[in-house]
Structure formats: C-alpha cells, structure tokens
C-alpha cells in the first residue's frame, strides 16, 4: 500500500468516526481514544451549529432555539461541510429552511435574507456609478444602444421573491417585538446590496427585484423591459423602466453599463 | 526554498473586538497575527480593516484550514487563495498547523491529529514541498495540541517534527500550550518534547490558555495557565529571537488584560536572556 492510500485510509475511517455517532470502534483504538475522539466529534457538531447561529441570528430567534438546533443538526447530516472555509456552512441552509418549514414559508425567506447579508459582507469593492458618471457613459447613445444596453450591477447585489413582509419582520426582531402574520398582499421582493463597507437591503416590488434579476443573468435593457411590457403595458413598463433605473443608480447598485 | 529572517517583537492575534484599539490607538505590540482564512475574501470590511493595520504594523499570517496532513493533497482553490493574500499583505511569514482537517469528500473544520508513521512522514513533505512551491516562500507549522494517538505510531511527534523540517526547509511556530496540553493528555515530557525539536527553526512562539481536565482541551479562552509559563520561562532563552505571542480566540478581554499578560512574556524573555548571558 502506498504511503497516501495508507495515510487515507486512516484518515477517511477518524473522519467518519467525527462525523457519526455509535460507529464501532476498529481494533487498537482502546477507551483512551474513544474518549479523546468524543472531543473531536463534540467539537465538529459545536463549532458547525455555532457558524450558523452566528450567521443567522434573527433565524434562530424566530424559530427559537431548540427548533433552529434542530434544523442546524439536519443541515450538518445532509450537507456535511466541504468547503476549506466555516464562512460557507450556511451555504444551502435557507433551502433546508424551506422543507423543514413547509408550513412557516416567511422562515427561508428571512433566512435567505441573513445569508445574502453575509455573503455581501465580503463582496468585491466597487465603486458605484454616480448619475453623473452613468450619464457620461450613455450620452453618445443612439436608440438601439439603449435596447443593447447591459447594466453592470455591483458583485454584493442579490435578489429574492418573497410572499412576506420580511424588512418589517426583520426590524420587530431587532426591537425583540416580532408576533403575528407578515404575508404581503402581493408577492414582493428582496433586493440586498453594499454602502461602503455596511450590507443593508430595502424590500422592492416583484417587477423591480425580477427586472433586476433578469439584467443581473445578463440581459439586456431593452430585454427587462419586455418583461414589464409584458406585465404593465407598453407605455407603463416605460415610465416604469426609468423609474427603476433611476433607484438603482440613487442606492449605488450599478457600476457601470456597456452595449 | 527561500530563508525566513527572525523578528524578535512580541504580539498578538488581531481580533475584532479590538480593530477600534489598533487602527485608533498606540498599541505596544511589535506584530500583529491573523487568521488567514478571516481575509481571504474578495473585499468588503475585513480587508479594508487589514489594509489599515498594515500601515501601522507587521503582520504574520497564521492559517487553520491548509490540512498540510491531507492524505488528498492540498486544495489548489485554497492555496490560490492563501497567495493572493500574501502577495497583497507581505507578511512576516505565513504559518498553518501540523494537522489534517479534511477528507476529499468533507472538512471537519477542526485541526485533527496525524499518525506518527513513516507514511505520513512522506505524505507531509510532499505536501509541504508543494505549499512551499505554490506559495514561493517557505513556511512555518505549528506543533499540534491533540486528544488521542493513532496506535501504531512509529516515531514520538517531536521526531516526526525535526524529520519534517530537515526535509523540507520548513520553519516552525512552537505553541508553548500545546507542548502542555499533549504532554498531559499523551504523558510525555514536555521538556524531551521541546529538547527533540530543531529550535533554530523556530521563528515565532505561541502563549494561550487552556481547559484543565482528565483531557486537556486547547480552548484559548483564559489567561494562560501557571504551568503554561514557567515551560515558556524553562525555554525562552534557547529560543533565540523567535517573535512571541498571545493567542486568545474565545471569550476575548479587554486588549489591557493581553498586554499584561505579554509583559508578562517579555519580563520572562527578558530574565532568561540575562540566564544565558
């Protein structure tokens, strides 16, 4: 056997011991080293729930914290840790959320929330496009330059639908004031995003956050606007798509356009 | 491999609960230390702060996620990663652990013990040569604090150690606290421990706490221990230059309790330097 095989061999059998409980122990691993390998697997569980209490706080103190330890357990049973970095645990625990709340649907959606927060923290830098600078850009424009245009949002920039109210969920939970129904009379969206340095997020119409979407997937202007036309009319989806643009550019989302 | 030059300051782990004290303050530390892996990101706060602190200090890069004991290799994403870092802070050096953290399929996220065998030996120098390699200077690795032994270890950890650094070129971190910790939970001497290693590749010492029990558990969350110090107080002086630091990740104190604790460390640097003279 070879020095790696044997090495991996040793190592894939200590991992799964970490990862399991009630595996048998192998022959020459005595009580020394049972009780030694129940600091390691404590630790693996402890460390693995306490990242994702720390990544989504107002998560657990909505579900409360026997509920979200629960969750947390099943997310590290279903999708043990791969990546070289503890930041990335709570990758895909939005969507566990999801199933194991079938009944309580505004739980992702806050969970969605706290991750797009997180993951904006450390997004790329990159200066906003000022109006001034977005209208330098554009001026020499003839008409299917606009219809060609694409929008270059910054990299913090994420979207949601959602079915609630989850800004105003969000703040009760910071003044410890969170009860009730916080369904919204019609579907909205989510749209998260960087200041400086500070992640913050303002709830948005469902035709603002799928427009955004759509030109965040690459398409174009002219294409996002098919998509209001196609929910408002022509002449709406018109006044509507300036409107829009014109938000992105006041809260910094865009950094730059091309055709 | 390239040489690292000795920095004889002494420092500490540069903590969030403390970014306001050393980009505002005058703080009496010779070095700061990061935990690599809290950097390595595209932009956004973390960075921005680094950026800061560099102006104003020296800064070691200390790793935890490497896994230099991988039976796998090393993930190249992580080392891609780990250079742009470097190549962006220019460090005083970049250090990671003598452990494994993780299989090809999942990461334990912990620093988890190697077999003492002669096949590990050469999966470790593999993968240290390539670290090395990738990261185009030479590093150093810390002796491990751990909690059980594989049966059928071929050689005492300190030996694995200096083979490890003969023939690599390797420099090493010596975490004072873990030479304690194992030395109770394996029943070594912690003095043969030390005696074993190669102290001339010792470029930086780590000082931390620890919680006492049947089996010592390397929390970093307390003052460090009694025991702790007079090892440190024992070795000091045979550990020439090496930069010293107090390593505390866990119920973090006001920045005055670590800067007592580092004049502590100074004050013992200091009487061992006059032993020795």
Known sequence: MSAQAELAAQQAEFMAHVMADALALPSGWNARFASGLDIYRNAYRTRLVEALRDTFPRTVQWVGDEA??????????????????????????????????????????????????????????????????FVAATAGFAGEDWA????????????????????????????????????????GGL??????????????????????????SGASYGEACSLLADRLGPEEAAALAGSLLGQWLADGLLVGVSV | MTTIQTFAGLGLGLRRSHYHDFLEGEVAVDFLEIISENYMVAGGKPRDVLSRVRERYPVAMHGVSLSIGSAHGLDADYLR?????????????????????????????????LPYTRAALDVVCDNIDRAQQAMGRAMLFENPSSYCAFPGNEMEEWEFIAAMARRTGCYLLLDVN????????????ARDYI???????????????????????????????????????????????????????????????????????????????????
């Open chain 1, 68 to 133: 979200f330890a629960a969750a947390a357990a099943h997310h590290l049973i279903t999708t043990p840790p791969s990546s070289w970095t503890l930041d990335h645990a709570g990758l895909g625990f939005p969507e566990v959320l999801g199933e194991l709340f079938a009944n309580d649907p505004e739980v992702p959606e806050l969970a969605w929330l706290e991750w797009a927060m997180h993951t904006a923290f450390v997004a790329a830098d990159a200066a906003p496009l000022t109006r001034e600078r």
């Open chain 1, 148 to 187: 060609e245009m694409r929008l270059i949002f910054q990299p913090a920039v994420q979207t949601c639908s959602v079915a609630h109210d989850i800004a105003k969920l969000w703040n009760a939970l910071k003044q410890d004031e969170a009860v009730g129904d916080y369904t919204l009379a019609q579907p």
């Open chain 1, 191 to 216: 749209v998260v995003w960087r200041e400086g340095l500070s992640p913050v997020f303002r709830m948005a119409d469902r035709t603002d956050a799928e427009a955004l979407a759509l030109l965040q």
């Open chain 2, 81 to 113: 990663r780990l250079r742009e870092l470097a190549d962006w802070l220019d460090p005083l050096w970049v250090s990671d652990h003598l452990c494994w953290t993780r299989t090809s399929a999942h990461n334990s996220h912990d620093l988890l013990p």
């Open chain 2, 178 to 189: 873990n030479v304690f910790v194992s030395a109770h939970n394996h029943g070594f001497s």
């Open chain 2, 195 to 277: 005696a074993g290693l190669p102290l001339e590749r010792v470029r930086q010492v780590h000082l931390a706490g620890h919680t006492p029990g049947e089996i010592v558990i390397d929390t970093h969350d307390r003052e460090i221990c009694d025991g702790v110090w007079r090892l440190f107080a024992e070795v000091s002086d045979m550990l020439g230059d090496a930069a010293v630091m107090i390593e505390r990740d866990d119920a973090i104190p006001p920045l005055a309790e670590l800067l007592a604790e580092l004049d502590i460390a100074r004050a013992m640097q200091q009487a061992g330097a006059k032993v020795a003279a």
